[in-house]
């Protein structure tokens, strides 16, 4: 049973940064698709960053681009976002997710069939 886990959220003034982990376990780390998603009070989960675990490609929504950057740790099992010049925009229930058994496009929710149980980013003016 693959589980999925998160840390790293917290509260921080606007232009600060934060780095978001996310440890994998019960499953060989390797060749599936990773992201992290938010969801906005009263709103969908979206879509933030996507990386393939076996190789360089990395996705973003434009909202971030520029901003944060995901990346994995192989040894250490784990999912990374590194969020930096933070907005007030960006306050929001952050969550990893993955693709262990299903495949589909990476900005789409319904593509992964594992979650984490989310961690909290309050950016304050």
């Known amino acids: 049973q693959v589980q999925l886990v998160e840390s790293g959220g917290g509260s921080v003034q606007a232009g600060g940064s934060l780095r978001l982990s996310c440890v994998a376990s019960g499953a060989t780390y390797s060749g599936y698709f990773m992201a992290w998603f938010r969801q906005f009070p009263g709103k969908e989960r979206e879509a933030v960053a996507g990386?393939?675990?076996?190789?360089?490609?990395?996705r973003y929504a434009d909202s971030v681009k520029g901003r944060f950057t995901i990346s994995t740790d192989h040894a250490k099992n784990t999912l990374y976002l590194q969020m930096n010049s933070l907005q007030v925009d960006d306050t929001a229930m952050y969550y990893c997710?993955?693709?262990?058994?299903?495949?589909?496009?990476?900005?789409?929710?319904?593509?992964?069939?594992?979650w984490g149980q989310g961690t909290q980013v309050t950016v304050s003016s």
């Open positions: 990386i393939y675990t076996l190789g360089d490609m990395t």
């Open positions: 997710a993955a693709q262990i058994q299903t495949w589909g496009p990476w900005n789409n929710g319904t593509s992964y069939d594992h």
